[in-house]
């Protein structure tokens, strides 16, 4: 499976960023996607998985209300919709894709093959 994500860039605090990330070859073994982000220094950090039949979605704390994930089944996309952002949600953003349930969704490990990253920047 190849992700390749974009959408990418600078915004100032307050504003808005739409993230895409486009999956191909072995889709059918998709069970969910997910969004992680890793600043500077820190380490990768879960933002937001989707489930690729039903639709359930999992935010982490920090995003939720402000972030939303979604999908388009027939292009293999998940989508990350960022509103109100804060200088906090400068990172780069990863997508991610889960062949099946585990346990540790929430965690790096829980993910199979991951996209090359694209930057958030967000300004005060």
């Known amino acids: 499976v190849q992700l390749q994500a974009s959408g990418g860039g600078l915004a100032q605090a307050g504003g808005s960023l739409r993230l895409s990330c486009a999956a191909s070859g072995g889709t059918f073994r998709t069970y969910a996607m997910g969004w992680f982000r890793q600043a500077p220094g820190k380490e990768r950090e879960f933002v937001a998985t989707?489930?690729?039949?039903?639709?359930?979605?999992y935010y982490s704390n920090s995003v939720k209300g402000r972030f939303t994930i979604s999908r388009d089944n027939p292009k293999n996309t998940v989508y990350l919709q960022m509103n109100s952002l804060k200088p906090e949600d400068t990172a780069l953003y990863y997508c991610?894709?889960?062949?099946?349930?585990?346990?540790?969704?929430?965690?790096?490990?829980?993910?199979?093959?991951w996209g090359q990253g694209t930057q958030v920047t967000v300004s005060s």
């Open positions: 991610a894709h889960r062949a099946a349930w585990r346990l540790l969704f929430t965690y790096a490990e829980g993910y199979d093959y």
């Open positions: 989707i489930d690729w039949s039903a639709g359930s979605t």
